[in-house]
């Protein structure tokens, strides 16, 4: 959920019917920034709930709250502004809910904190305010964070997991501890492994995202599988399992591009790039969300939205982005804190269907009331709330989205290196 997702080209698909396309004023990613400060280009970005960070030519700068030391700081220290982390090779960053971690060049990850749940994967429950080495047992290629946990896709092509297990997001194939939900937590990391079944097959983990209670993955033959909480058959599974503690197969299709697990639903891309999703349609009745766009309160399973062609795909709780080949993006749902980056259309707080918001957008990654993205020109910008600092350095939330001033890294505060 909330993962930064790069603008690729691929081929094209057909959709489901939908209401009109509405344009309401995108702006172009190239609007001028806060006066005299010269932004840094970015390569990565990721927004969560309550702070967002970001990769500059491998030096990480996070921003917004820092009540569990998520920023990389010591825990008396705040920051509404992006602060460098040490370190000058990082390849990735992602955000949970009160934490962070970023992947090196060299496959090595590192977490930094809120550490209740294991979510620094330690083999304890202790916070850190500065990185720390996960043990995992081979280099990562891929991270993915959830609210409360995480999963890295290794180099020999095995998928490990951990932190927050109460809903079996975390794949062991457990059972519900059911008294204290801490039972199910992996402190450290543990392999995901698939169930012996036929429909298993032998094709190795491609590509997995992490959402709030559960967690989905591509295998290479193109097939998808989900575990965690089905409660709103965010799984795509319409049985009445309320949870699924270990990988369970999504439908028989084998065509399936990329995934993206947001709170109580799931949407994903196919190879014709058309859009899917399933699951809760979170907010529709109250007026305070609509990540589908279409007005369902839910769907069982994985149901074709759009044609498409798109190019990349973010989703959170309340609303949901997506980027075309002309680094257009658009988005709908929760604009109450003006999170899509446009004026509420008639004081509804509510954007459907979906909307063209931005131009010239290379990435783009929701938080729970926020949107960030980064540029074709390589800057970042953020819309919505900042009651935390979320947009990097405002005094109040933005309704359009403004640029994120990163300092150079040469003149960044830094937090204390772990000895």
């Not at 806060?34 to 990565?44: H, S, Y």
């Not at 199910?184 to 036929?198: F, M």
């Not at 989900?226 to 084998?254: F, I, M």
Request: with cysteine.
């Amino acid at each position: 959920m909330s993962r930064a997702r790069l603008l690729v080209a691929a081929s094209l698909g057909a959709c489901v019917e939908q209401g009109p396309v509405l344009s309401l004023d995108p702006i172009d990613a190239g609007a001028a920034g806060p006066v005299g400060v010269e932004p840094q280009l970015v390569d990565r970005i990721s927004a969560n709930d309550v702070h967002t960070c970001a990769l500059s030519a491998g030096t990480a700068f996070c921003w917004g709250d820092n009540s569990y030391g998520e920023l990389g700081l010591p825990l008396d220290v705040t920051s509404s502004g992006p602060v460098a982390l040490p370190g000058s090779d990082w390849e990735n960053i992602v955000t949970g809910v009160t934490f962070s971690c970023a992947l090196e060049q060299t496959g090595v990850v590192q977490c930094w904190g809120d550490n209740r749940r294991g979510q620094l994967g330690q083999g304890h429950r202790d916070p850190s305010d500065h990185p720390v080495v996960v043990p995992l047992p081979a280099a990562a290629t891929q991270l993915t964070s959830g609210f409360k946990h995480s999963c890295a896709l290794l180099e020999n092509s095995e998928l490990w997991c951990w932190g927050d297990g109460n809903e079996g997001q975390i794949g062991r194939g457990d059972f519900y501890a059911g008294a204290d939900a801490r039972e199910t937590d992996a402190i450290s990391p543990e392999l995901v492994a698939l169930p012996v079944t036929a429909e298993a097959g032998s094709a190795p983990w491609s590509f997995v995202d992490a959402g709030e209670g559960h967690t989905c993955a591509l295998r290479a033959d193109g097939s998808l599988w989900c575990w965690g909480r089905n409660s709103q058959r965010q799984l795509g599974r319409p049985s009445g399992e309320g949870q699924v503690r270990q990988p369970v197969r999504v439908g028989s299709d084998r065509d399936w591009q990329s995934i993206d697990a947001g709170e109580n639903y799931t949407c994903a891309l196919k190879a014709d790039r058309s859009l899917w999703c399933w699951g809760f349609n979170m907010g529709l009745l109250s007026m305070s969300g609509n990540p589908f766009g279409v007005d369902v309160p839910q769907l069982d399973i994985p149901t074709r939205l759009d044609d498409g062609p798109w190019a990349a795909l973010s989703t959170n709780m309340f609303h949901s982005c997506l980027l075309d080949d002309a680094a257009q993006l658009w988005c709908w749902g929760r604009n109450h804190e003006g999170a899509l980056g446009v004026e509420n259309p008639e004081g509804t707080g509510l954007v459907q269907p979906r909307t063209l918001v931005a131009t010239g957008v290379a990435l783009v990654s929701t938080g729970t009331y926020t949107t960030c993205t980064v540029g074709l020109d390589g800057v970042a910008r953020c819309a919505g709330k900042n009651d935390r600092g979320q947009l990097g350095g405002y005094d109040a939330g933005r309704s359009r989205f403004v640029d994120v001033a990163l300092p150079a890294p040469a003149m960044a505060p830094s937090p204390p290196v772990a000895e």
